[in-house]
């Protein structure tokens, strides 16, 4: 590929689990899951977006639910430090195994 062809780069996301201390729980639809990852994205303009996937703490198999990630500092700090390691690893690649 040469430099004048045009790449487009449609999607950058990688998963982090959340460390047990910040993990929470949220409900939805009578059903309360605990959130143990999390999805962050890069967006095309450079800003990032995260998702928070869990499953029910009641078990089953109950399906792998998103949420919205609460605004807390100790949660913006993981999905930054996450962030800067992906892009430190991607920077580094040793291109296809």
């Known amino acids: 590929m040469s430099e ?4 487009v780069i449609s999607a950058m ?18 059903q309360t899951f605990r959130l143990d990852t999390l999805n962050v994205r890069m967006l ?3 800003h990032l977006a995260a998702k928070a996937y869990g499953r ?3 078990g089953g198999r109950g399906a792998y639910v998103s949420f ?13 430090a996450a962030a ?13 195994g």
């Open 4 to 7: 004048d062809e045009d790449l």
């Open 13 to 30: 996301a990688i998963n982090v689990t959340i460390p047990e201390p910040l993990r929470w729980t949220d409900s939805r639809r009578d």
């Open 44 to 46: 095309p303009d450079g």
């Open 56 to 58: 029910p703490v009641d």
């Open 68 to 80: 919205s990630v609460p605004d807390r500092p100790e949660l913006a700090a993981l999905v930054d």
């Open 84 to 96: 800067h390691r992906a892009g430190a690893r991607w920077a580094a690649h040793r291109g296809l």
